[in-house]
């Protein structure tokens, strides 16, 4: 991976003087780049990552595994693209196994992450069946430890 990439991608608050000077870029450059990753769809956006748990958000979130049929001529694309649209859904992913694509999504109570699952999600033409796993306490998110080490203040016992 290119090296601004992945600069980008462990910290995106970096500005493109920090980029150059990291990179041993001129300033200029850097901005080019970025724009040309921007245009060509390869920077497609930028997230933070919140611990919504600091913020007594009761959003609920759930992991969906979804088996389809493929369509002729649009295999799973045709299927996966229109669920990706629903804006309860923040991931949709092409998997290997035992089922086919995993969905997931976001709701601010349980109800309503039910209510998508039975009436928009599992109602789609070609989808044949779906398993909800609802996610209880984030550990860790996009590679980003949501919980500081907690350190053991106990005294080590010794024979």
């Known amino acids: 991976m290119d090296p601004l990439l992945k600069l980008l991608k462990d910290d995106a608050r970096l500005s493109t003087a920090e980029l150059a000077s990291l990179l041993q870029k001129p300033q200029q450059e850097i901005e080019e780049a970025i724009n040309r990753y921007q245009t060509s769809n390869i920077i497609l956006g930028y997230k933070t990552v919140i611990n919504e ?94 919980t500081r080490e907690i350190e053991d203040s106990r005294l080590p016992v010794t024979p």
């Not at 748990?53 to 609920?60: F, I, P, T, Y």
């Not at 349980?110 to 044949?128: C, Y």
Request: one cysteine or more.
């Open 53 to 146: 748990e600091k913020l007594d958000l009761d959003n609920v979130r759930a992991v969906i595994e979804v088996k389809i049929t493929p369509e002729r001529e649009g295999g799973f694309d045709r299927v996966a693209q229109r669920i990706s649209k629903y804006r309860e859904v923040t991931s949709c992913f092409l998997m290997s196994g035992s089922y086919d694509l995993l969905v997931i999504t976001e709701g601010s109570n349980l109800h309503q992450v039910a209510s998508f699952v039975s009436e928009k999600l599992a109602t789609i033409q070609g989808v044949l069946s779906t398993a909800t796993h609802f996610m209880l306490k984030p550990y860790k998110e996009q590679g980003i430890l949501m």
